[in-house]
């Protein structure tokens, strides 16, 4: 096996140790075999060694909440002016730019079938390690439900986009369910509440009954699965703990009771702050519906605070970025973001060692670690000074290792 050595780094590995300067990895294989303070000993002959002076070595960052169908500003318009083949071509695009940014594991969480992760494993298309959920869960005027109240037609199943499915009832969402589990899905993904880019809903409602969501919860841990929620609103919330859905994504409206509820039922929580700070920003220019921003809007003037009240109760927090088409190139200004309210290292770990655990991957991703798989990145500068190091990806970050193998290097 191959044997890297990168000396001279600042590493910040993400366990919430403080940096230790001056560090070296060393890389045998896929996997790293050793985390040292100082120059490393014998190498073999054939080593690479990477002087990184004055360089800040982290793990891979992890991207938790992530749709790379989302592949223009309308994720319901995107559905009906696209061909199936081209929404694949574009969200092909767009996993490469992610990997570009840094982030070598991605969560999707709606729209990416097992065969994009397929597709990456197998070295047909770059980009990130992927874990997919298949087809969104939704019911009928639910969050992924694009038909207009005006529309009267039988809602479609989403073949690629933000593909997606309506399924009305226990048994409905139970063969919905169990199908995408046939298909190879890592998790599952109901829309639990109202959403701000549909076009039927209010973003506070709740969506499915408690029977449906237990019916989804029983047939993923069934199978060793577990299932994320789209939700904002406190009865959306406690729906999802009553049936075991073990990951919150948004809970922009969610108050102090509820946090404690969450960190009580251990659930992890995914702010996805960026998406909302870029939609209420550059939405009207890319065509965005006025309806839209509106409850963007009303989503993002609760963001913060939701952020810092589960901060404060302890919740366990990851990091998602949410970000629709030509946004997608902003997933590193989520860390920013969340370092205003959780400080640098606080962002950094929820991008990292939490949404590791999160997805169920702790014993291979998320630190730098000896046994790790050696996802790592090399920025030129200081994260924990500048948070937007990271948005600056094409200059700042000089390195990305994916899987112990080189995939960009600037040094």
């Known amino acids: 096996m191959k044997t890297i050595a990168l ?4 590493i910040i590995d993400c366990t919430g140790a403080e940096p230790a300067e001056d560090g070296s990895v060393i890389i045998e294989g896929d996997r790293i075999k050793e985390v040292l303070s100082g120059q490393p000993g014998n190498l073999p002959a054939d080593s690479e060694v990477f002087d990184c002076k004055g360089q800040t070595l982290l793990p891979g960052l992890i ?14 318009d995107q559905q009906r002016h696209n061909f199936t083949s081209v929404l694949v071509i574009k969200s092909v695009k767009i996993l490469k730019e992610t990997l570009d940014q840094g982030f070598t594991t991605i969560r999707d969480v709606g729209g990416a079938d097992p065969g994009f992760r397929q597709a990456v494993a197998g070295g047909l298309i770059p980009g990130p390690r992927l874990f997919v959920c298949g087809r969104i869960l939704s019911q009928t005027g639910g969050h992924a439900d694009g038909r207009l109240p005006t529309e009267t037609y039988n809602p479609v199943e989403h ?85 075991g859905i073990r990951t919150i994504e948004h809970g ?113 991703l998320g630190t730098v670690e000896a046994g790790k798989l050696a996802d790592l990145i090399l920025v030129d500068g200081d994260p924990l000074a500048d948070m937007t190091i990271f948005q600056d990806y094409r200059e700042k970050i000089t390195l990305i290792m994916k899987n112990g193998s080189i995939y960009k290097n600037k040094l």
């Open 7 to 10: 000396t001279n780094a600042t």
């Open 63 to 76: 991207d938790a909440h992530v749709h790379i169908g989302s592949v223009e500003p309308s994720f319901t």
């Open 159 to 243: 073949a690629a986009g933000t593909a997606s499915g309506i399924y009305d009832g226990v048994d409905a969402v139970r063969r919905a369910s169990r199908e995408q589990l046939r298909q190879g899905a890592d998790h599952l993904k109901v829309m639990a509440g109202g959403g701000a880019m549909s076009p039927a809903d209010e973003i506070d409602t709740a969506q499915y009954s408690l029977d449906e969501l237990c019916a989804v919860v029983f047939e993923a841990e069934n199978a060793g699965k577990y299932v994320a929620a789209h939700c904002y609103s406190d009865r959306s919330i406690r729906n999802c703990l009553k049936a």
């Open 252 to 364: 922009n409206l969610m108050g102090e009771s509820v946090a404690g509820e969450i960190k009580e039922a251990g659930a992890y929580l995914v702010p996805t702050i960026v998406t909302y700070e870029k939609i209420s920003s550059m939405g009207k220019e890319l065509g965005i519906p006025e309806n839209n921003i509106r409850k963007i809007n009303q989503a993002l003037e609760k963001a913060y605070q939701a952020l810092e009240i589960a901060y404060r109760a302890g919740v366990k927090i990851g990091s998602g970025s949410d970000l629709l088409g030509p946004m997608q190139v902003y997933k590193g200004t989520e860390l920013a973001l969340q370092a205003r309210v959780m400080g640098p290292m606080g962002a950094l770990v929820a991008a990292t060692r939490t949404n590791a655990e999160l997805i169920r991957q702790a014993n291979n």
